[in-house]
């Protein structure tokens, strides 16, 4: 506990720069991932090769992913890009997916209404499938920010600063505080995140709880 | 691109594939991990995901905690309890168990609850007791989720046994990766992970194929009736 006390302000940039390594990966995979599952619901042929890439690409193991990068981009071996570039493909793999789904969810009645009531192919994109789209989008950007989280924690091993460290060292040095405080920071992350995530939603869309319900008294 | 050839030359080398430390043997150790880590996550697993997914009793507890579990850092549980365990397996298997649990039990109740209520309902109004509904109707229909779930478990832990080989104690295809980093011998750090990602992508092929074959028999019963 005095450890905790006395390391606040190492802690604190651990925690800081965990944050900010999670946090870009998500947000890039989930805006990268738009695209390529509205494009993969129109056509067929694109969901098929992209979701079986998606797939494969999440199959490789992530610390064997961010030691592989260095080698095929050229950047260093320590470098925290790999971490930033290895979880953003991983989240976009995982978000094509669900931006898949999502896009096909929206029911073709009403992509028909709002095409007879004059939206263009952009207009439709952004203001009807989009939104429509945003609960299983939803879904998928908090299983992405949970795991990048967690995937974070194994940059520690290559030497990349963030709450992982707080294992490695707490390991090398027996101190059983510096780790307990370690788990208890990337799981309260992690559930910080995906509460802010989930209020968002609510914000962004306050349709979809009801909806949901209603969908759920109708089964 | 030095790297990428001396990673050649390392995968290549006949000396790398020799002994207890060489590649076949350290593959052996990771699927070995992997298939004790899956068969105790499974014991425990299992049985919850069926007595959930059968009475829908606890739903909302599994939930919450298979999330909970989920954000557990697994480094930092291999760490803690390698601390106290001293050199040998049990931190290994207590982070990769605790790692694949969420998926398990979430792929067995969703599995059970995906039968159409209807079905489960026809077999007990011919007199199917709780026990027959569930190994004759609900454990074959939802089988392919079942299976996915063992999937999604099985390649989690192929990939998160990697970091296994930083304790103390345990062996496995992330020896290559750490003991090259902590060397900067690169070529075993990518050739070696070159290794895991290999392993990953046959056994999820392995799994594919036999979701696959789950799915085609269930679709093909009730032509047989």
């Known amino acids: 506990m005095t450890w905790i006390g006395n390391n606040l302000d190492v802690i604190g940039g651990h925690l800081l720069s965990h944050l900010w390594l999670s946090i870009v990966p998500t947000v890039l995979g989930f805006v990268l991932a738009l695209p390529v599952g509205w494009i993969c619901n129109r056509v067929p042929l694109v969901r098929g090769t992209v979701l079986s890439l998606a797939s494969i690409l999440y199959t490789i193991p992530s610390l064997a992913f961010f030691l592989i990068l260095p080698s095929i981009i050229g950047t260093g071996f320590l470098d925290p890009l790999n971490i930033v570039i290895a979880l953003t493909i991983f989240a976009v ?14 029911s073709p009645q009403v992509l028909d209404a709002a095409r007879a009531s004059g939206y263009g192919r952009l207009g439709l994109a952004l203001r009807v499938e989009l939104p429509l789209a945003g609960p299983v989008l939803l879904a998928g950007l908090r299983v992405v920010s949970v795991s990048s989280v967690s995937l974070v924690s194994v940059g520690a091993l290559i030497g990349v600063g963030n709450l992982g460290r707080l294992f490695t060292e707490g390991f090398q040095t027996e101190n059983n505080a510096e780790i307990i405080a370690g788990i208890v920071l990337v799981v309260a992350l992690a559930l910080v995140l995906d509460a802010l995530l989930v209020l968002g939603g609510r914000l962004v869309m306050p349709w979809s709880s009801g909806a949901r319900r209603a969908r759920g008294g109708a089964a | 691109m030095s790297v990428a050839s001396e990673t050649w030359d390392w995968l290549t080398d006949s000396a790398n594939w020799e002994g207890p430390a060489g590649i076949p043997s350290r593959t052996l ?3 070995q991990y992997t298939g004790m880590t899956i068969a105790i996550a499974a014991v425990i697993a299992i049985p919850l995901g069926f007595y ?14 298979t999330g909970a579990l989920r954000a557990l850092p697994t480094l930092g549980v291999l760490t803690l309890v390698s601390l106290h365990s001293g050199i040998d397996l049990t931190a290994a298997l207590v982070a990769l168990v605790l790692l694949a649990i969420p998926s398990l039990l979430a792929g067995t109740y969703a599995g059970i609850e995906a039968v159409d209520p209807a079905t489960v309902d026809a077999a007990r109004s011919i007199g199917m ?5 569930l190994w ?4 074959p229909l939802g089988l392919p989720i079942l299976i996915g779930g063992f999937r999604t478990a099985t390649l989690q832990v192929i990939a998160t046994a990697t970091i296994a080989a930083a304790v103390p104690g345990a062996g496995g295809l992330g020896v290559f990766l750490l003991s090259g980093l902590a060397v900067s011998d690169y070529p075993r750090v990518v050739g070696g992970s070159v290794v895991v990602i290999v392993l990953a992508l046959v056994v999820d092929l392995l799994f594919a194929a036999v979701q696959r074959l789950s799915t085609r028999r269930r679709v093909s019963t009730p032509e047989r009736v």
């Open chain 1, 93 to 106: 793999a995982v978000m094509a997916r669900f931006a898949t789904d999502g896009f096909a969810s929206v």
């Open chain 2, 129 to 133: 007791t709780h026990w027959q509904v």
């Open chain 2, 52 to 65: 959930i997914g059968h009475t829908g009793r606890f739903r909302g507890i599994a939930v919450a905690s």
């Open chain 2, 136 to 139: 004759r109707v609900e454990v």
């Open chain 2, 29 to 31: 150790e990771h699927l």
